[in-house]
Every structure is written in C-alpha cells, then in structure tokens.
C-alpha cells in the first residue's frame, strides 16, 4: 500500500465526496465529541488528537516514551482505552487511541532519529543527518513498541469496520 495506492485511493475517495478534512474550526472548548461523533473527522494521521474531548483528557495521562519501560506501560493503558472505546462501540474513542499510539510512535522515531528532537538545522533549513544510533538508542525501542500497538489497533476488524461505517455516515 504505497503512495501510489494511497494517492488513487484520495483522488476516488474525493470523486465520491466521502473525505473531509480535520475541521480545525469547530469549538474543541465545549464539543463534547462522545455526544457528537457525527462531527468528528479522522482527517489524517494524528490530525486533532490534542483538540479532541473528553478523550484528549482520558488518554494523554498515559501518553509517555522516555524509555522502552515507560513505552510498554504507556502503550498498554492506551491500547486498554482502545478496547474500552471499543466494547463501547465508540469509534471516536477508538480512532483517538490509535491516534495517541501513532503519535507515540513518530515522537519516538523523531527523538531516535534526532536526539535533540530538531530534525531540520535552524540555519539552513535542511533536513538534518539521522543519530548513529537511530535505529539502537531507547527511544528507537519505544518506536517500536508504540509501532506494534499501532499495527494492532489498525488491524482490529471492529476498528476497520467502524471506521469505514463512520467515514459512510459523516465523511
């Protein structure tokens, strides 16, 4: 599933008018999204996961990477929400979860790939070389944990289900 797939799939998904983008013009103050859910958009990859209530509080308590240790536990009590969300039939809650899991996996890549967090040079604007130990450092590990929850929720036939049902109903 390449760009190419993804770039097609944008282009029917348009012709159809299924996509909306995150709508970053709602009122993310007093929208409660679990009694709302016909206005929430998936949008892409992490887009809102720190707008969206309640489930921004429910979930960023646990959201932590410093260390593989600290990944594991955080990744396990985001992934207990996922299932929570799930058995709920909230797929609001869902789709916050996985996007909690995902964002723990790329911050954890960034701070791997860059130990200063900084992945373009201030000066020149230019991407950066990559750490000599991006791919061994704790931060790498805590990627690749993170990666394989993600993988988890991703694949989860409920989760997909839901997700295209919701994408049916509301774009």
């Known amino acids: ?5 993804f770039v097609r799939w944008r282009g029917i998904c348009k012709l159809r008018g299924m996509c909306r983008a ?25 887009q809102g996961v720190l707008l969206v209530q309640p489930y921004k509080s429910e979930i960023l308590p646990h959201w932590r990477f410093r260390t593989p240790e600290i990944a594991e536990e955080s990744a ?24 909690f899991l995902q964002m723990g996996f790329t911050r954890s890549r960034r701070y791997a790939n860059h130990h200063s967090g900084r992945k373009y040079d201030p000066e020149t ?36 289900q839901a997700l295209a049902l919701h994408r049916e109903q509301f774009g």
């Open 76 to 99: 396990q009590a985001i992934r207990t929400r996922f299932i929570q969300y799930r058995d709920a039939r909230d797929f609001v809650g869902m789709d916050m979860a996985r996007k």
């Open 22 to 46: 995150f709508d970053y013009d709602l009122d993310f103050e007093t929208t409660d999204f679990r009694q709302h859910p016909e206005m929430y958009r998936v949008g892409r990859g992490e």
């Open 125 to 160: 604007g230019k991407t950066l070389p990559q750490d000599p130990d991006s791919e061994t450092s704790e931060k790498a590990e805590s990627a690749r944990i993170f990666k394989q929850y993600l993988d988890r929720a991703n694949a989860d036939p409920i989760y997909r």
């Open 1 to 5: 599933m390449g760009r190419r797939f």
